[in-house]
């Protein structure tokens, strides 16, 4: 068993009841940094039904990055909650900013939210909006693309690292795929199924051969022949970015989908897309704020529609 540090701790808060009780769970990081969280104690049926209301956990910024300053930052993220009502779920918008919150190394806390039964003090902490929001200093944020600009703009260098890409066309990069795989996931006509099909691999090819093409960094001027291809890990380089936290959780919900629903894999010579996965999944800014795919199955399991004959 490897040393367990105790750099991540969660806390699950109930409802108050007439007895004021409050569940607490506690998870903490392997010295690799993979997550092991302890497994709950069955409780009674009302108990359980308790804990689904807020999942909280609270996240230390690298060492690296911290400061004393930091302590004027207090940061608490809400995301979408998944099936148990504590999990994370499905939500790409959710995970974006939990990448680029994790990215800039900031402590700050999360708290999964049950859509379903959304507690009032956050329903007061903002009345008519479903996750991802945020608090910073008190003030709450809202709207997804705002969040990620005001990080971007307060958390700046020196002290925190800058994210947007240095290459303007990553921003844009598989731009239309989370479109093209919601059309054709939610295809129930037989007849459009292959046009459908179709035109979501022509946006994975597009894709697939931007991430093969050099940036220009990778390009030897005094170099003759071809061009080499691209090995880069990310959308603009060695480096996740804003545009990666954008795109990798969209990906990633259409690799699981349409393999489960669909019998459709993305082609294995889109070798530009399968590095860029594969590299995803080796770090934990992104595979620590994926939802199971169970719960990206479960989401989709009504809106994935059958095919009729």
Same mark, same amino acid.
């Given at each position: 068993?490897?040393?367990?540090?105790?750099?991540?701790?969660?806390?699950?808060?109930?409802?108050?009841? !007439?007895?004021?009780?409050?569940?607490?769970?506690?998870?903490?990081?392997?010295?690799?940094?993979?997550?092991?969280?302890?497994?709950?104690?069955?409780?009674?049926?009302?108990?359980?039904?308790?804990?689904?209301?807020?999942?909280?956990?609270?996240?230390?910024?690298?060492?690296?990055?911290?400061?004393?300053?930091?302590?004027?930052?207090?940061?608490?993220?809400?995301?979408?909650?998944?099936?148990?009502?504590?999990?994370?779920?499905?939500?790409?918008?959710?995970?974006?900013?939990?990448?680029?919150?994790?990215?800039?190394?900031?402590?700050?806390?999360?708290?999964?939210?049950?859509?379903?039964?959304?507690?009032?003090?956050?329903?007061?902490?903002?009345?008519?909006?479903?996750?991802?929001?945020?608090?910073?200093?008190?003030?709450?944020?809202?709207?997804?693309?705002?969040?990620?600009?005001?990080?971007?703009?307060?958390?700046?260098?020196?002290?925190?690292?800058?994210?947007?890409?240095?290459?303007?066309?990553?921003?844009?990069?598989?731009?239309?795929?989370?479109?093209?795989?919601?059309?054709?996931?939610?295809?129930?006509?037989?007849?459009?199924?292959?046009?459908?099909?179709?035109?979501?691999?022509?946006?994975?090819?597009?894709?697939?051969?931007?991430?093969?093409?050099?940036?220009?960094?990778?390009?030897?001027?005094?170099?003759?022949?071809?061009?080499?291809?691209?090995?880069?890990?990310?959308?603009?380089?060695?480096?996740?970015?804003?545009?990666?936290?954008?795109?990798?959780?969209?990906?990633?919900?259409?690799?699981?989908?349409?393999?489960?629903?669909?019998?459709?894999?993305?082609?294995?010579?889109?070798?530009?897309?399968?590095?860029?996965?594969?590299?995803?999944?080796?770090?934990?800014?992104?595979?620590?704020?994926?939802?199971?795919?169970?719960?990206?199955?479960?989401?989709?399991?009504?809106?994935? !529609?059958?095919?009729?004959?």
């Amino acid at each position: 068993m490897k040393e367990l540090k105790s750099v991540i701790k969660d806390e699950s808060l109930s409802k108050k009841t !007439k007895h004021d009780q409050v569940k607490k769970k506690r998870v903490v990081l392997l010295e690799d940094g993979q997550s092991y969280t302890p497994q709950r104690e069955e409780t009674i049926p009302e108990e359980k039904e308790e804990v689904k209301q807020i999942f909280r956990r609270k996240v230390e910024g690298h060492p690296e990055h911290r400061t004393l300053q930091d302590e004027h930052h207090e940061i608490c993220l809400y995301v979408k909650a998944g099936s148990d009502g504590e999990s994370i779920g499905n939500c790409p918008f959710s995970q974006r900013i939990f990448m680029i919150l994790l990215l800039k190394g900031v402590p700050f806390t999360v708290t999964t939210v049950d859509v379903k039964r959304k507690p009032a003090n956050l329903q007061d902490l903002a009345p008519g909006v479903n996750p991802p929001f945020m608090t910073f200093n008190g003030k709450v944020k809202v709207d997804v693309n705002k969040i990620e600009e005001f990080l971007e703009e307060t958390l700046a260098p020196p002290r925190y690292p800058r994210l947007a890409p240095k290459h303007r066309e990553a921003n844009t990069a598989g731009i239309d795929i989370f479109a093209k795989f919601s059309a054709y996931i939610k295809n129930s006509k037989r007849e459009t199924h292959d046009a459908l099909e179709r035109a979501l691999l022509k946006s994975l090819l597009h894709l697939d051969e931007f991430l093969r093409t050099p940036l220009s960094e990778e390009i030897d001027a005094d170099a003759a022949g071809d061009l080499p291809e691209s090995s880069r890990s990310f959308l603009d380089g060695p480096d996740l970015t804003l545009a990666d936290c954008n795109l990798l959780p969209k990906l990633h919900i259409l690799k699981v989908v349409t393999k489960r629903y669909r019998g459709f894999e993305i082609p294995a010579e889109m070798t530009g897309v399968w590095r860029y996965l594969t590299c995803a999944y080796q770090r934990k800014e992104f595979t620590s704020t994926c939802p199971a795919e169970r719960e990206i199955e479960f989401v989709y399991r009504d809106a994935a !529609k059958q095919l009729k004959i």
